[in-house]
């Protein structure tokens, strides 16, 4: 049926989109068509009181030697009433999996992030995934490739970071998952500047999934990106903590 791929990839332009990276490894589906919607939610009260939300919805078509992902991401946090937080993407990656070890792929991506002063960013990008294992309860693989990204920003005056910037990276990934009574999902990104490896991103992303109820699940997430030189106003550090409830079909 090759007018599904191509359908796929028309939706997923239009997708709308938490985070300037995807957990891709978490996603990839079973033969034929498959996918499923999160909701996320989080808060707190006290010294500090907010209440962040948001949703996932994700398809993949895999038609045994390729696959086509298509992803979306949004979120919105919320502190004494005013909006603080104000961040999307959508993301769609094609992959082929003839080959049973060695998997290449093309990808492309557009995400926004407030709190991180992204008014959005484009990329795209090829590279090679590379199955070490893959087993019903343990699965391995890592991933490297090269990307282009261009990103425009909402910096202050005199900011030694230019508003709109390309560059060339590196990326390399790492995935672990340990499917027993929960799946418990590991992977880490390194992003280098290839002209400059003082500009790194670094990201790690720990999910642990249990089934409640026929398709429906829990998801906890904890969340960690470095940004060696980030932009003006914006911390090195980004952390998040949050649960999510979904659906899998």
Known sequence: MPSIPLLLFALGIFAAAADAQVNIETQRGRPGVSGGFQVHYGGATGNSEFFDGGATANITYN?????????????????????FSNQGLSHVRFTWTRHVRFQPEVFGQLDYARPRKLVNRALVGTGVRTVIRNSETFALSV???????RENLDLPPLARHDD??????????????????????????CQLNVTDVTDTHVIGDLE????????????????YRLDSDPPDVVEKHDVHIGTSLGLKF
């Open 63 to 83: 038609a045994g030697h390729y696959t086509v992902l298509l992803l979306g991401r949004g979120l919105l946090g919320f502190a004494s009433g005013e909006r």
């Open 143 to 149: 991933g490297n490739g090269l990307m282009w990204e």
């Open 164 to 189: 709109l910037n390309s560059v060339i990276r590196s990326t390399n990934y790492l995935n672990l998952q340990i499917d027993s009574r929960a799946a418990i999902r590991l992977t880490g990104y």
């Open 208 to 223: 642990i999934t249990s089934a409640l109820i026929g398709p429906l699940e829990q998801t906890t997430s904890l969340r």
